[in-house]
Structure formats: structure tokens, C-alpha cells
């Protein structure tokens, strides 16, 4: 009887603890400090932190409270590794790809140069993987893989190499490689479905073979649809369809790392249409090729 009253005692103390915020409650009492980019990590990883907390992930709410006293006690906080979760095994390549693609500006200076986009880069990868590993809220998935694939395009466009003028000579700081122009490679789909047509392999193939032509290559894959539905049904099947084009194109030699996938839905439409027309040139997914 005693153990029933103490495991009794021992949960509901767990109850309170959790009701009063937990670790997110201890992060809260911290200000930030620490440089430009470890305060903004802080801030990012709170507001993580509360949004798991008010959904009840408890668990997920503490990681990111973890994280954020981390920063703000001045210790270096490594963005996720998505091997260490249990992801869909279709996704994990894209997400350690994009994991690359983030160490890399962060090594090469970001932290300091670009410090709160490189804290959102990080906060927005990090719930990319969390949300990914729950794989039941396809919106909250997209919302963080594209915070932080807008806030990578702004860092390496900031970080470009850039040419200085010196007494009318142009001085390059780095070699860039012969201009190459971009170019497009279309799939397409039957109505309402993110299963490439026959023969859309060799589209893949030829922007694969197009993207050897590159040094350091830039992949965009964007998914598109007719105008049969909702906005929020269309842009979930052209993130599928983007996706699963983004898996055949990583069959044929693309790095995870160079590419950005996107959903455009029913925007963007290749030919006019009223709304709830089936259009099959609409059904779509652009790959795009060009120079980083």
C-alpha cells in the first residue's frame, strides 16, 4: 500500500512538473547572452520549445528547451543529426543532405557574418527533423523545411563570391566556373496523383546529366498541380510530388545536399484555367539546373 501511494505521489508530482512547463519553464528564467548568434539561437529553440509544449509534446518541448540553455550558457549547440531519429527512410537522405548543405555555411563563417539567419537556418532544420520523425503533420513539416530553405538561399547568396575593383581591374577573390545558363526539366502526372508518368526517368536522367556540366550545382524541384481542389490539398500533392521526384533524381547521382524542393500547388500555372479545371500540362514537377 505505501508503494501504491508513493508511485501515486511520484506521478502526480510528474503531472505538476509538466503542467508547470518543465524545462521550458527553466529556459524561460535564462536571458540570452553569449554572441549575436548564440542569442538568437535561444530565442529560436523557446519558441520551438513552447510550440511543442502547447501541443503537449512534452518530451520534444524539453529537447528544444535543452538546446536553448545550451546557447545562452555559451556552448557550442550542433544542429540535429538525422540519422540519430526515427525518420521515414525516404526522408533521412534529404534531411543529412540538407544537414551538409548547413554545416557548411556555418563552418564557413555564417555564425559570425549572417548570425540570426544562420540561427533560424539551424532552429528551422532542427524542427524539420522533429516534425519529419512524428510524420503526421504534413503543414508543420513544410513550414520548417521551407523557413529554412528560404533562410539558406539568403545566407549563400549573402556568402557568394564577389568581385572587388581595384584601380578599374577586376580582381576575383575565387575562380568561378564558365557560365552556364539554367535549365528545366519537366515530369508530369495523372489527376491527383504524385506517381510520375511513364517515362519521366529520362527527364530525370537528362537533368542529372545536365548537372555534371556544373562545378558546384543548384537543384530546384517544385511540384505543381492542376486547379481541381483545395490550396491546402494542392500544395501537399506538389510537395509529394517534388519529393518523390527528388528520390529518382538522388538514384541518378544528385547530392541531397544541392537540392531545394518546393511546392507551388495550383500558383504558378503552366496554362491558364478558371478554378477546378483538370488541366494534365498543369500536373507537373519543374527540376531546374543551374550555378550555385
Known sequence: MKNTIRFAIVGAASLVLAACGGKLEQAERLSPSGSEYQQALYTGYIELAKAEYNEGDYIDSDRFAEKAMAATRGEQVDPYHPEEWHLPSDREPVLIGARERLMEVLNAGAREKLPMQAAKAQTSFDCWVQEQEENWQPKDIAACRDAFVLAMEEIEAAMAPVAVVVEEKVVVMKKKEPMMAPQSFEVNFDFDSDTPLPGSMEEVKAAAEYMKKFKDPKITIAGYTDTVGSVVYNDKLGERRAENVAFMGIEEGMEPKR??????????????????????????VVITVESK
Do not use: E, F, P
Open 259 to 284: 537540392i531545394i524542393m518546393r511546392s507551388y500547388g495550383k500558383k504558378d500555372l503552366k496554362v491558364q484555367t478558371a478554378d477546378g479545371v483538370k488541366n494534365a500540362a498543369n500536373r507537373r
